[in-house]
């Protein structure tokens, strides 16, 4: 199957900062990524589409201007969350679609465990 | 938006038992894959199956799209399956999925 892999898998960090995750489609392009979220013991919300070469789409209630989602190449997506804050620690996964196919089959990375202390 | 509902939420077998997961979709689908999301998050994807039947080792998958479910099994369980199953679907065409509410099965020995 298609590769997607994040970085980083773990970040603490103190309230008031911002972290970058990075999100990297490895040998195919994808023009499309989706940011979720994943809450202790919930189910994954998806938080955004990061669309190459133009503006991402942010679903309902999702802040964009504390979630920037920045789509700068075909192989890779970024999500920073701006002035964290400890309600914003959470598991954020990224995906893309499995490459040269109309199935729109997704293929997710490992994750990124963000702690906000 | 589309509801996604899984069932049963938890399931806890012995070592070898079989089971079976549900999940019920509310609108019709194009794309419905099934994951498993192993203890330290990753999610695995086990079968894209929007219909029909799949078969891979001691997992199988059924979805009947006319009636808006699918269903996963799991054969002669190991302590290696447990964890949280997702179901999640979507329009298709590399669009978003909205995943379904999980089922948390723990395998013991």
């Known amino acids: 199957g298609a590769v997607v892999s994040q970085h980083p898998s773990r970040v603490i960090c103190k309230s008031g900062t911002s972290v970058k995750i990075e999100c990297r489609s490895l040998?195919?392009?994808?023009?499309?990524m989706f940011w979720y979220r994943q809450f202790p013991k919930q189910s994954l919300m998806l938080m955004a589409t990061?669309?190459?070469?133009?503006?991402?789409?942010?679903e309902q209630g999702v802040e964009k201007d504390k979630f920037l989602i920045n789509h700068a190449s075909l192989t890779l997506s970024t999500l920073t969350v701006t002035s964290a804050h400890p309600e914003d620690s959470s598991f954020y996964i990224c995906?893309?679609?499995?490459?040269?196919?109309?199935?729109?089959?997704?293929?997710f990375g490992e994750g990124s465990r963000l702690t906000v202390l | 938006g589309i509801q996604v509902e899984q069932s049963p939420p938890d399931l806890i077998l012995q070592e070898g038992a079989n089971s079976t997961l549900r999940c019920n979709f509310s609108?019709?689908?194009?794309?419905l894959q099934w994951f498993h999301q192993n203890p330290w998050g990753q999610l695995i994807n086990l079968f894209y199956?929007?219909?029909g039947t799949k078969q891979n080792g001691r997992l199988s998958a059924t979805t009947v799209a006319t009636e808006r479910y699918s269903l996963l099994y799991i054969s002669s369980s190991q302590t290696t399956d447990s964890g949280v199953y997702f179901c999640?679907?979507?329009?298709?065409?590399?669009?978003?999925?909205?995943f379904g509410t999980g089922t948390q099965l723990k395998v013991e020995l």
């Open positions: 995906s893309a679609p499995r490459p040269a196919s109309n199935t729109g089959e997704l293929f």
């Open positions: 040998d195919f392009q994808a023009t499309t």
């Open positions: 990061s669309n190459e070469g133009s503006k991402a789409t942010y």
């Open positions: 609108d019709s689908v194009n794309n």
């Open positions: 199956i929007p219909s």
């Open positions: 999640a679907v979507g329009p298709g065409g590399g669009n978003k999925l909205t």
